[in-house]
């Protein structure tokens, strides 16, 4: 289950699910935060290897060995430790080498993959999938795997990592770039099956229907550009008319000049981003992979989520992004993104369609079918009713208009009518007959018109190929063997797919055949791949053979050789390097010259040819010369002949042979040097035979640095070379004998071998020593060596050690046997590391280093496994550059101690990173106290915020936020004590508490308490909710306005709106003022009609009891008017109506209106009364 592997790749642990030590193992991946660990707890007495940083193996849930390394253990007192770990690729490529600011340019996904992962242990795999030529660059240093993410993105792929193990060890780490394309393989999640949770949350809050665009700052003394986008349609949906949702929009960027047409086209983008509702879901389902074997589930699938018992019924479509696999349980956990939403109506249009045209035809064919079967029977049944024989031979006596069924073909039967003595084909016979294709002739289609698309392939392939082998810089004879093999292979099989084709058409392919040359196309593609990679390997060669030609070319070397061509024949170079001469077409010189002296017999022959245009530039020179120079102990013959050609890639050829007779030894040599200025490359071969009386023969060859060579001597047979190739015919065999190479008193070996190039002087065992045993100088061959006993002062130490200094290899040793040290120095700089063991060496002072700049040399100071100190005893160090100063811990804090002895108590600064998974939540933390305290008791700090990785940042998450924390740097544990606080307030969990003892909050302007004067501002919020029974007070001394936006003042329960119910509450006062001057007023006319006849007839009271008093002690029974919801059916005056409420001042001016027509009735009742009163009084005096 867990194989444990330490840094040598040895597996020194395997812990088996069978031994029950692991409790808990779950491996995560997540591809879209690029995140991969596996986290295991195991019994404590199992994890002796698992107490260094080891690397762990697994296999997930697909079989896929993956790779871990230990980041962290926690062991607990009831005997289990948990370790976590993260994948290797992260420390692997993160850590290697990084990238200084570049670009990779016009490269394939592999190409570019390859070389980032360069030097990691990674490789790139074979099924990387191709993402054509793209060009990336970064303009900072940046790591491999930042520049890998950056491959990501720029190819539109996605990348996995994984290995393949073989017999105990680790075979390849590997690294594939796919492009993320999730496809649906048939998985439904479905309420009842799998489908245990499910959450749609719809959030309204962030709509904005309209955005004030607002573009970058210009420069000084230009106005900012601004502009508004709206979208009315998206108003009509969500807003109220004309009270549009209004938003800000500030594009990210530089560019100060900004066109309007370019940010509003930004802005209307962005409005269409947030102009819509956000829809997100929670989806929790059950695996069942282990009972049903089809449903399979795989990271990066597209899947499919239905519950019709839902309402709206739900169509979703996801993306499995992230899986947690148990490795014990075998239980995995799903994580889902990337929704998509579709409605049932649309699912079901299509089907709905058919199916209504199904029912359509049913319910027209019952309807129909007597009427169809009279019709039928009365129009045909007046014929005679025809009849159909059956047989493989034609009928005998046939009459006109008799049906035979012809079975004589066993596959097809053919309905044949009768007429005139010929039997005439009434039925399909062959695919033709009705427009078909058989099933040959669709498959030599097929293949046709693959072949057609194979055709080009394949001309592009021999193109390449027949280029790579044409190249003069393919000079690796096995890989142009391999290449020709393959390309052997790849034409043969295309040639045999073009051979059946070729024979066969349409009409006479057969399914054999066809079946065979599909097979041939399968046979062909493994064939192209193959060739395809042996082209990649040999265009790699083809590289590092240019590369290592241009490494040996300069320009001083072909000016150099260019002259030295043109000094012998009278001709000039110029500026742009070309030979120039007299103005001659064509001219040949040759001369001869024979010089003899007593010394010497030399003759000379030279002949000269070249070409120039009407400018005098040389077009083409071929120069050669010969000579022979015969000593009385000497004889020599040279050859020589150069080649200059100012074409295209304007080349120079120099070719020399010699040839060298000596009493006692011959030797041949011949070398040829080929400089193309336009390449910037320089060819070298040298080919050379010494046979000597002492040594032997000895063949060498050289070619550009590959030095291949053989010697034949006293010795035997030496053989050394890149390659050294022996072919035996026959029995072959080869006898080693031991031999004592020793050089003593009586066997001192010398070799002295005088020739043209020089003196060269052998000598294998020269001694010079002097002094005793104790105090010695030695010298010997390329090695000084001394030893003695010194005393020295160092650091107001007096010491006194035995001392042992060598010189050799181009360094100096001093070596210290008594203290076990050593220090070496060299042209690299000065020393301790020669000695092999880290532990035991120091450190180095390294000139000309290239490791923190691979352009210029620097000067680098390391240290080994001790301490690097840097210590001024009585002044300053000074740290100074042109450039920045960079401080760095690759594994721990960083630590400043001011005033270290001269104040109490301990105080120190500690800069460190927060140690997280998530590379977007390793946080920056600056710390001041007592530190170093084990008990870390006093101290305070600031955290900065990271929350993203580079080239994948989420902007609405990157916010710049600085923390107050403890000593430990926790978040929100710290506190911010200050005079002013400039800046918004945002909460960091729900509420924001201001706490004020015994005092006030209050708002003032930026002058504060202002020497107890202070001036008070504006406070403005959605809503404010108070504790205490006081909840408002006013101190003006003045009037109090309550400003309600021309709307009216409503006084409910805490609930408000209570979504179109609102409870409203009583509201209790001295007196009521409403305004009624004229001022206020506007079509004022008197009130003329009478209101008692509408008290009469249109008003009808109630009684009723209030919803909001139910079950509380306030229930009772009110009395008066109730508003209808349809106002039509309303039974009092409509003026009275104001919404869902009445006009209490508008009943009260009713009632004041009735009450004065009462008055004005009394009046006139009590007039007639008095008048009946005198009538009566006068008839009863009468």
Not at 734 to 759: P, Q, W, Y
């Amino acid at each position: 289950m867990i194989h444990v592997m330490n840094f040598k790749g040895e597996i020194v642990d395997f812990i088996s699910q069978a031994d029950n030590a692991v409790i808990h193992a779950v491996h995560k991946r997540d591809i879209n935060e690029r995140m991969e660990t596996f986290d295991f707890t195991i019994l404590s007495e199992r994890t002796t290897h698992l107490q260094e940083r080891n690397r762990i193996i697994i296999q997930d849930k697909n079989g896929q060995y993956r790779e871990f390394i230990i980041d962290r253990i926690s062991a607990d007192i009831d005997g289990y430790t948990e370790v976590e770990t993260v994948a290797s690729y992260l420390e692997d490529i993160t850590k290697a080498r990084p990238y200084t600011p570049g670009k990779l340019e016009k490269m394939t996904t592999k190409q570019a993959l390859s070389d980032v992962l360069k030097d990691t242990g990674w490789d790139v795999s074979d099924v990387t999938e191709y993402g054509g030529l793209r060009t990336t660059s970064w303009t900072s240093y940046q790591t491999r795997y930042d520049v890998l993410l950056q491959l990501c993105t720029t190819y539109k792929m996605m990348a996995d990592f994984y290995i393949e193990v073989g017999s105990n060890r680790v075979d390849k780490r590997l690294v594939v770039l796919r492009k993320r394309n999730p496809l649906f393989k048939g998985k439904e999640i479905e309420y009842g099956k799998d489908l245990t949770g499910l959450k749609r949350t719809v959030d309204f809050s962030e709509i904005k229907t309209a955005l004030l665009c607002v573009g970058p700052e210009p420069e000084e003394g230009k106005k900012r550009l601004e502009l508004v986008v709206k979208d009315d349609e998206s108003q009509a949906k969500y807003g109220l008319p004309g009270r549009y949702n209004w938003g800000v929009y500030e594009p990210e960027t530089e560019d100060q000049n900004m066109t309007e047409s370019r940010l509003r086209t930004l802005g209307i983008t962005e409005l269409n981003k947030r102009k819509s509702e956000v829809i997100t879901y929670e989806v929790t389902a059950v695996d069942i992979e282990k009972e049903y074997k089809h449903e399979v589930i795989n990271l990066g699938d597209m899947v499919r989520i239905k519950n019709r018992d839902f309402t709206p019924p739900l169509y979703v479509e996801a993306e499995v992004i992230s899986e947690e696999y148990d490795l014990i349980s075998k239980d995995v956990t799903y994580g889902f993104g990337t929704y998509k939403e579709f409605k049932e109506s649309d699912l079901r249009s299509s089907f709905d369609r058919k199916l209504d045209a199904i029912r359509q035809k049913l319910t027209d064919g019952f309807s129909n079918v007597n009427t169809i079967v009279k019709e039928s029977l009365e129009g045909e049944l007046q014929y005679f009713e025809p009849k159909i024989l059956k047989g493989d031979t034609p009928p005998d006596n046939p009459v006109n208009d008799l049906l035979w069924l012809d079975t004589s073909n066993p596959k097809v039967a053919v309905l044949r009518r009768y007429w005139n003595g010929e039997w005439i084909k009434s039925s399909a016979e062959n695919a033709e007959d009705v427009g078909a294709v058989t099933r040959e002739q669709a498959l030599y289609s097929d293949l046709s018109n693959t072949f057609v698309n194979l055709n080009v392939q394949h001309s592009k392939l021999m193109h390449d190929a027949f280029v790579t082998l044409e190249s003069e810089y393919l000079v690796d004879t096995d890989i142009k063997a391999e290449v020709n093999s393959k390309l052997n292979d790849t034409i043969g099989v295309f040639n045999e797919i073009k051979q059946n084709l070729d024979s066969m058409t349409s009409e006479t392919a057969t399914i054999g055949k066809l079946v065979d040359t599909q097979a041939l196309f399968l046979e062909y593609r493994e064939k192209m791949q193959t060739l395809y990679n042996t082209i990649e390997n040999a265009k790699i060669a083809i590289d590092e053979r240019f590369k290592l030609l241009q490494s040996q070319y300069t320009d001083e070397k072909f000016n150099e050789t260019l002259n030295n061509v043109a000094s012998k024949l009278g001709l000039t170079v110029n500026e742009d390097n070309q030979l120039v001469g007299e103005v001659d077409v064509s001219k040949q010189i040759n001369e001869a010259v024979h010089e003899m002296t007593n010394e010497m017999l030399r003759d000379y022959v030279t002949s000269t040819e070249y070409q120039s245009d009407k400018n005098g530039i040389i077009e083409r020179l071929d120069n050669s010369d010969s000579e022979r120079k015969q000593l009385s102990n000497q004889i020599a013959d040279r050859v020589t002949r150069s080649e200059y050609e100012n074409d295209v890639e304007q080349r120079l050829f120099n070719s020399k042979a010699e040839v060298l007779i000596e009493a006692e030894q011959t030797s041949n040599r011949v070398s040829k040097e080929v400089f193309n200025q336009s390449s910037k490359t320089l060819e070298r071969y040298t080919s050379e035979f010494i046979n000597n009386v002492s040594t032997g023969m000895f063949f060498n060859y050289d070619d550009n640095g590959n030095i291949q060579s053989a010697n034949i001597g006293r010795d035997g047979i030496k053989l050394k070379g890149d390659r050294v190739d022996i072919t035996v015919n026959k029995d072959f065999n080869v006898l080693v004998n031991d031999v004592a190479n020793k050089a003593d008193e009586t066997n001192i070996v010398n070799k002295l071998n005088l020739s043209r190039e020089g003196l060269e002087i052998d000598v294998n065992n020269v001694g010079i020593r002097g002094g005793d045993s104790s105090e010695y100088v030695h010298i010997k061959n390329d090695e000084i060596t001394l030893y003695g006993t010194y005393t020295r002062d160092w650091a107001s130490v007096t010491e006194t050690n035995n001392v042992f200094t060598r010189l050799k290899d181009g360094h100096i040793r001093f070596r210290n046997n008594d203290k076990d040290r050593s220090i070496y120095i060299s042209d690299l700089g000065i020393s301790t590391f020669l000695d092999g063991s880290p532990t035991e060496a120091s450190g180095t002072i390294q000139f000309f280093d290239h490791l923190y700049d691979p352009n210029i040399r620097g000067l680098t100071i390391r240290s080994g496994a001790g301490v690097l100190g840097l210590r001024s005893e009585g002044n300053k160090i000074v740290m100074e550059a042109d450039d920045t100063v960079n401080i760095g811990s690759n594994k721990y804090s960083i630590y400043l101690r001011p005033f270290a002895n001269t104040r109490s108590g301990i105080n120190e600064f500690q800069f460190y990173v927060k140690d997280n998974t998530n590379p977007k939540d390793t946080d920056g933390v600056l710390l001041f106290g007592e530190l170093s305290d084990p008990s870390r008791v006093a101290g305070a700090g600031i955290r900065f915020r990271k929350q993203g990785v580079r080239g994948f940042e989420n902007v609405s998450e990157m916010e710049p936020l600085v923390y107050a924390t403890n000593n430990n740097g926790d978040i929100g544990s710290g506190s911010f004590y200050a005079n002013k606080l400039y800046g918004d307030w945002t909460t960091k969990n729900t509420n924001v508490y201001a706490m004020v003892d015994n005092g006030e909050l209050r708002v003032t302007n930026l002058k504060g308490y202002n020497g107890g004067n202070p001036i008070y501002n504006d406070l403005r919020a959605r809503e404010i909710k108070t504790t205490h029974s006081y909840a408002f007070s006013n101190h003006s001394g003045s009037d109090v306005y309550f400003g309600v936006g021309y709307r009216e003042l409503r006084i409910t329960a805490n609930n408000f709106w209570n979504g179109g119910t609102p409870q409203y509450q009583d509201i209790r006062f001295k007196n009521w003022t409403a305004m009624s001057h004229e001022k206020y007023k506007y079509d004022i006319a008197e009130w003329d009609y009478n209101v008692l006849d509408v008290y009469k007839n249109g008003l009808q009271l109630h009684s009723y009891k209030v919803n909001s008093e139910a079950s509380t002690d306030y229930a009772r029974i009110h009395h008066g008017i109730v508003l209808r919801e349809n106002s039509n059916l309303d039974k009092f005056p409509v003026e009275w109506r104001n919404g869902d409420g009445f006009d209490g001042n508008e009943i009260m001016f009713w009632n004041t209106k009735a009450i004065q027509e009462l008055v004005f009735k009394l009046e006139e009742q009590n007039e007639k009364i008095n008048k009946l009163e005198e009538q009566l009084n006068e008839q009863t005096a009468s």
